[in-house]
C-alpha cells in the first residue's frame, strides 16, 4: 500500500524556517513528480511547489519563490520543502503528492497519492 508521510511541521516566528519532509513507501519513488501544497480552512488548495520526476525540473508559486526550495533524494524516497523567511501567510496544512511521470504540474487533480499533511504554524 502506497504511503506518504509529511514531517517537520510545527510553530515558528516569523522569519524563521522548517524544512518538511515527505517520506514514501511502496511507491516507485523515482518515476513520480512529488508537490507541495497547502491549505487553510474555509480555502481551496494552493499549490506550493513541485520537482520533475528527474528531478530537472522545479517550480514554485510566486508567493514562495526564492524563500522555499524544493528538493528530492530518490535513494531515501524522500521529497524535502526547506522554508525560509516564513511569514503569517504560509500558516496551513502542508501536504505532498505524487504524480506519475509528472514534470511541473500545479493542478493537484493531476496527482496521484497524498500524505495527510502537516501543519504549519508561523506566529508571534
Known amino acids: 500500500q502506497v504511503q506518504l508521510a509529511e514531517s517537520g511541521g510545527g510553530l515558528v516566528q516569523p522569519g524563521g524556517s522548517l524544512t518538511l519532509s515527505c517520506a514514501t513507501s511502496a511507491l516507485s519513488f523515482s518515476d513520480y513528480a512529488m508537490g507541495w501544497f497547502r491549505q487553510v480552512p474555509g480555502k481551496e488548495r494552493e499549490f506550493v511547489a513541485v520537482?520533475?520526476?528527474?528531478?530537472?525540473?522545479?517550480a514554485y508559486s510566486d508567493s514562495v519563490k526564492g524563500r522555499f526550495t524544493i528538493s528530492r533524494d530518490n535513494s531515501k524516497n524522500t521529497a524535502y520543502l526547506q522554508m525560509n523567511t516564513l511569514k503569517p501567510e504560509d500558516t496551513g496544512v502542508y501536504s505532498c503528492?505524487?504524480?506519475?511521470?509528472?514534470?511541473?504540474?500545479?493542478?493537484?487533480?493531476?496527482?496521484?497519492?497524498w500524505g495527510q499533511g502537516a501543519q504549519v504554524t508561523v506566529s508571534s
Open positions: 503528492a505524487a504524480d506519475l511521470y509528472g514534470a511541473t504540474t500545479r493542478d493537484p487533480m493531476m496527482y496521484e497519492y
Open positions: 520537482i520533475g520526476w528527474r528531478g530537472e525540473r522545479l
